[in-house]
């Protein structure tokens, strides 16, 4: 009797860790495949986007902010078909709390990063504007095919106005944030190839994705929106990342906070936007009373810094971005403080 309740907790522990390793490996590959794969759908949107004859600046703001976020939108559209809806919004806000903090303050650990003028009198309302239109959304812990339509509206109002600023030359110096990298000597053909299969393997590895994160969220009791605000969320700013560091080396910092801005905008509107039309679902109330004022709290803390004492030089230096990175890290260790305690403050 015994033996037998022994070899019977040996296997459960058993199954029990290789469903957890293997969600794991599932969680890994499906962050490599995804950001690959968004990378080479920008690639082959941007290389059709020059075959048109359409500007530069136009690709950065459209075709290189929607592809920078195209991570996210998968894997927000994957979580609420999959019933795990709390992954999809903690995904959008995850991601802008780690845009900010994380990555726009290791690029300015790294190198102190220039504000053009421009960009804090027309980008930034912009930003702050869908920030206050998301949270209304999230007010009523619901979001609905009315939300959607109302934050995609908005996002399209959005790159409409920028589009028609820079085209009429209102923001002549934010001009050239954005590059598309070395796709002009992509053929049609290719790039369409490159289109086809970056979203098939998108669609894929964001299926792998959110199986693993929701299987690790059920086996350590964890909540699917915290799981999306950490593991989900830093995974799917990788391409943000990638970006930022690109511009270091590249000696144009600047560029970096330009991808963030456009891509906190995509995160607000699309990520979370997109999801409702497929059918509406309830917000975890921690998200709207934990997660959110964090988010605002850091947008406005990027607006703040990157205001000088010399109008002409506004810069994000290393001390704001070590501010920056060390909000980021108070902020994950108070996540990881409650799901290791099981006691929160907002419950």
């Not at 009797?1 to 459960?12: E, G, N, P, Q, R």
């Not at 299987?215 to 969320?233: F, M, Y």
């Amino acid at each position: 009797m015994l033996i037998s309740a022994f070899s019977d907790s040996l296997s459960f522990n058993f199954a029990g860790d290789f469903n957890l390793l293997l969600s794991i490996a599932a969680i890994v590959i499906g962050l490599a495949i995804l950001v690959w794969s968004a990378d080479r759908f920008v690639d082959g949107a941007a290389a059709i986007a020059q075959h048109l004859g359409v500007s530069n600046l136009i690709i950065g703001i459209t075709v290189v902010g929607f592809g920078t976020s195209a991570p996210e939108i998968a894997v927000s559209v994957i979580a609420v078909l999959e019933g795990v809806p709390g992954i999809a919004v903690g995904n959008a806000i995850g991601s802008n709390i780690a845009n900010i903090g994380l990555i726009l303050g290791i690029t300015a650990l790294l190198a102190p990063i220039s504000v053009p003028s421009s960009l804090i009198r027309s980008e930034y309302p912009l930003l702050f504007g869908a920030t206050v239109v998301f949270a209304w959304c999230l007010y009523d812990l619901q979001l609905d095919r009315f939300d959607g339509f109302l934050l995609l509206g908005l996002l399209i109002g959005i790159m409409s106005y920028m589009i028609y600023s820079h085209r009429s030359g209102k923001n002549e110096e934010a001009a050239d944030e954005n590059e598309v990298g070395d796709d002009q000597s992509m053929s049609t053909k290719m790039a369409w190839f490159w289109i086809l299969l970056g979203l098939l393997l998108l669609i894929f590895s964001s299926r792998i994705l959110v199986w693993g994160a929701s299987n690790i969220a059920v086996s350590l009791g964890v909540s699917d929106l915290v799981i999306g605000l950490t593991i989900v969320a830093l995974g799917t700013s990788l391409p943000e990342l990638a970006a930022s560091i690109a511009s270091l080396k590249k000696s144009n910092a600047d560029m970096a906070i330009g991808n963030i801005i456009g891509s906190n905008l995509f995160n607000s509107l699309a990520v979370v936007g997109i999801p409702p039309l497929i059918h509406g679902f309830n917000v975890d109330s921690a998200a709207l009373h934990r997660d959110l004022p964090v988010m605002v709290f850091l947008t406005l803390l990027m607006f703040a810094m990157s205001f000088s004492k010399n109008q002409q030089l506004n810069q994000i230096g290393r001390v704001k971005g070590a501010v920056l990175l060390g909000s980021f890290v108070a902020y994950q260790c108070y996540l990881y403080f409650e799901v290791m305690s099981g006691e929160s403050l907002f419950s």
